[in-house]
């Protein structure tokens, strides 16, 4: 789970993370490495709603009153959002996240239960592209190793 983003230390870039856990013992505390984010939207369904990305989507594109404007239907808080790191997705819910790209990097993101981490519950955002990152002893070295991977 690899999120690419490029280099433009003057945007951001918005991620929408679903808990799909409707009974009610889970919720997930998801922690960026690397930076923090503004938490500018949350949600969170009845049990009776079966959340996914598919209703998610579904919520946030087909509303009348905003799609004129281009703008999206779950509500987002712009004027003052909260700066985190991490934050918890409650249950058969949602949150919404935005990152600034004055990172540049590749910085893990997961949930702070280890065996949900183990399980695979983690992702890498990847701020711009490996030119000048500290992957090896110059930068022509770090070119280099930009493809390898670790694992065979």
Not at 12 to 17: A, D, G, P
Not at 79 to 101: A, C, E, H, M, W
Not at 124 to 138: H, I, R
Request: hydrophobic share 30%; proline share 8%.
């Amino acid at each position: 789970h690899i999120l690419q983003q490029p280099d433009a230390p003057d945007d951001w870039f918005e991620v929408v993370l679903i808990n799909q856990n409707p009974d009610g013992k889970v919720a997930h505390p998801i922690h960026q490495h690397g930076g923090w984010y503004n938490v500018i939207g949350q949600g969170q369904y009845p049990p009776t709603i079966k959340i996914s990305q598919e209703l998610i989507i579904k919520k946030d594109t087909e509303c009348v009153e905003f799609r004129r404007e281009g703008r999206r239907c779950l509500p987002r808080n712009f004027d003052y959002p909260v700066f985190k790191d991490s934050v918890q997705i409650p249950t058969n819910g949602y949150v919404i996240i935005r990152t600034p790209l004055d990172n540049p990097g590749t910085w893990i993101v997961h949930c702070h239960i280890n065996y949900h981490v183990e399980h695979g519950m983690a992702m890498v955002f990847q701020f711009g592209e490996p030119k000048g990152w500290a992957m090896g002893s110059s930068q022509k070295v770090a070119q280099t190793n930009k493809d390898k991977r670790c694992f065979k």
